[in-house]
T-cell receptor, first 124, second 115 residues
Framework: QLQLQESGSGLVKPSETLSLTCTVS??????????WGWIRQPPGKELEWIGS???????YYNPSLKSRLTISVDTSQNQFSLRLTSVTAADTAVYYC????????????????WGQGTLATVSS | DIVVTQSPDSLAVSLGERATINCKSS????????????LAWYQQKPRQPPKLLFY???TRESGVPDRFSGSGSGTDFTLTISSLQAEDVAVYYC???????????FGQGTRLEIK
């Protein structure tokens, strides 16, 4: 059964860098055509797509975050990661990783399944 | 970006009654070449990640009870629960994935409660 688990910095100071990793179990990132994505949800607010990556490293980013964002993949560890620089309080959120649905439209698909999420708080 | 707006923001329905949630996109998410609407629905219960209910607007994910249905095309979509059960209390989100280059967006969510 496919499972995703987020891990990383839970408390980050303003202007510093948020780093998170998603570890995939039950399937190999490199052996499929699935894209993998990050989504966040500020407390009590709606979902926001952050960006997505293919097993070969092709990335798509939310234009509103693109200048601060890097998503990478490590197929040897079966992980993909997120780095968000120059964070502010507005970046405080639960961060989810998820697999895209499989379709000829690649990243232009739904998300299933999702990890349980990890809360990242930006505070001094 | 395609803006996705849900209505209502919150909804209270009696057990056994029908619940209807609407989702409207700022531009059509229908793709003529493959005859598909690029829209998904999710259910999120407290302290849980979202759970996929429908993709391609009306394709039910495996394991989703058939009291749930997804419909609509173009810019207007509906999630219907035919007979509300207590376990259906949740926040429901729609998501469009039509934009190209990719710019996935979600609706603001609809909170469903028992009356």
């Amino acid at each position: 059964q496919l499972q995703l688990q987020e891990s990383g910095s839970g408390l980050v100071k303003p202007s510093e860098t948020l780093s998170l990793t998603c570890t995939v179990s039950g399937a190999s990132i490199s052996s499929s055509s699935y894209y993998w994505g990050w989504i966040r949800q500020p407390p009590g607010k709606e979902l926001e797509w952050i960006g997505s990556i293919s097993p070969s490293g092709t990335t798509y980013y939310n234009p509103s975050l693109k200048s601060r964002l890097t998503i990478s993949v490590d197929t040897s560890q079966n992980q993909f990661s997120l780095r968000l620089t120059s964070v502010t309080a507005a970046d405080t959120a639960v961060y989810y990783c998820a697999r895209h649905g499989l379709s000829g439209t690649y990243v232009r698909t739904w998300f299933d399944p999702w990890g349980q999420g990890t809360l990242a708080t930006v505070s001094s | 970006d395609i803006v996705v707006t849900q209505s209502p923001d919150s909804l209270a329905v009696s057990l056994g009654e029908r619940a209807t949630i609407n989702c409207k996109s700022s531009q059509s998410v229908f793709n003529s070449p493959n005859n598909r609407n690029y829209l998904a629905w999710y259910q999120q219960k407290p302290r849980q990640p979202p759970k996929l209910l429908f993709y391609w607007a009306s394709t039910r994910e495996s394991g989703v009870p058939d009291r749930f249905s997804g419909s609509g095309s173009g810019t207007d979509f509906t999630l219907t629960i035919s007979s509300l059960q207590a376990e259906d209390v949740a926040v429901y989100y729609c998501q469009q994935y039509y934009s190209n280059p990719p710019a996935i967006t979600f609706g603001q969510g609809t909170r469903l409660e028992i009356k």
